[in-house]
């Protein structure tokens, strides 16, 4: 008998197989929505926020006659403000400015390095206690969320007066302000909070003496001529491709752009601006190369019919918070007229 050769094999065996893994599945994971450079949405429904913007402390001080510190609004809801106080006149209360951020209703913070820096120069130029409000976000927290935040600080403001003892943050910032001389401000969407959380029943000893709304991000239905027509740089703040990403991120599922929400010379809109007999007088402020300009102006013909006091600012030369983003050749002119717009503002509605 032939014995096997070394290394045969005496017992028949299967073929070997190779197993070639599955490719993963990224479609949870794919991006579904993207303003690029700030947020993106994914399908699992996991938000990425990009750091666009240096975040500072309250401690980092652009102004040195300014000092500003942090306050807890809601624990529970992540509602706080960052609160800037002239260090000079002492001896004198200032009117106190009531402010919310822009950036679409889904990006931003008070801690954003454009806002300190801008609010901190607001406060010592325009002589007023300047409280810089955060709300939720979108997509987390679709609209009316942040609106709701808006009344919830102007609430917050509103329980601050008379109240005896050391102040929230301990500073002593409240002894600084003059609450009969309270004015709301925001820009883009936080001037879309200003307007809707400025409830028409605000009275003495915090009642509201004026809105400052700069460059509010409205939108509608409707195209209006300089979002179709107006062209935008890369160095542009809002286009209109990222105007329609934000209000896709953040109005209610199923809501369109004709609702109050977005909307305020909607049907409904229009209804609650002429009911609303004790609207304080409103600075608007526009920027001429805004997509958003046509928009405003609308707004203030609105306003205009309604026989609301308004008072319209136009800037020239310039686009989507400039005042924050210093983004055109023109921006610190421009930011400066602005301040000076709004201390006059203050100063003539606090009479």
């Known amino acids: 008998m032939r014995r096997p050769k070394t290394g045969s094999l005496l017992l028949d065996r299967p073929p070997l197989l190779t197993v070639i893994p599955a490719p993963p599945d990224h479609s949870s994971t794919a991006v579904i929505e993207e303003i690029p450079g700030l947020i993106k949405l994914h399908r699992n429904g996991h938000v990425e926020r990009l750091p666009a913007m240096p975040e500072v402390p309250s401690t980092y001080s652009p102004e040195p006659g300014v000092v500003s510190g942090d306050v807890t609004i809601n624990p529970s809801a992540g509602l706080w403000a960052r609160i800037y106080v002239p260090r000079y006149p002492a001896r004198h209360q200032l009117p106190v400015l009531l402010y919310f951020h822009g950036g679409g209703f889904c990006v931003g913070s008070p801690a954003w390095r454009c806002y300190h820096n801008f609010l901190a120069r607001l406060a010592g130029t325009a002589a007023c206690v300047v409280v810089s409000a955060r709300y939720r976000l ?17 609430a917050w403001l509103r329980q601050q007066v008379g109240r005896a003892g050391a102040d929230p943050g301990g500073w002593g910032w409240r002894t600084r302000c003059d609450f009969g001389r309270v004015f709301v401000a925001g820009d883009s969407a936080g001037a879309a909070i200003a307007y809707s959380a400025t409830a028409p029943d605000i009275t003495p000893p915090a009642r509201v003496r004026g809105l400052i709304l700069i460059q509010p991000f409205f939108s509608g239905e409707a195209r209006t001529s300089s979002e179709r027509n107006m062209a935008q740089s890369a160095k542009s703040a809002l286009t209109l491709a990222a105007a329609d990403c934000y209000w896709r991120l953040s109005l209610p599922t199923g809501t369109n752009r004709d609702s109050i929400w977005c909307n305020p010379i909607c049907d409904e809109g229009l209804k609650k601006m002429e009911s ?36 319209l600012q ?3 030369g310039v686009g989507h918070a400039f005042q924050v983003l210093q983004n055109y050749s023109l921006s610190q002119i421009r930011t400066t007229e602005l301040i000076s717009d709004v201390k006059d503002f203050m100063s003539s509605s606090s009479r």
């Open 138 to 154: 979108a997509p987390e927290h679709r609209l009316p969320a942040a609106y709701e935040d808006g009344v919830a600080a102007l």
């Open 276 to 311: 609303w007999k004790k609207m304080p007088p409103v600075l608007l402020c526009v920027a001429e190369m805004d997509i958003l300009r046509d928009r405003n102006l609308e707004f203030c013909r609105a306003l205009n019919r309604a026989g609301k006091r308004v008072e």
């Open 314 to 316: 136009m800037y020239g």
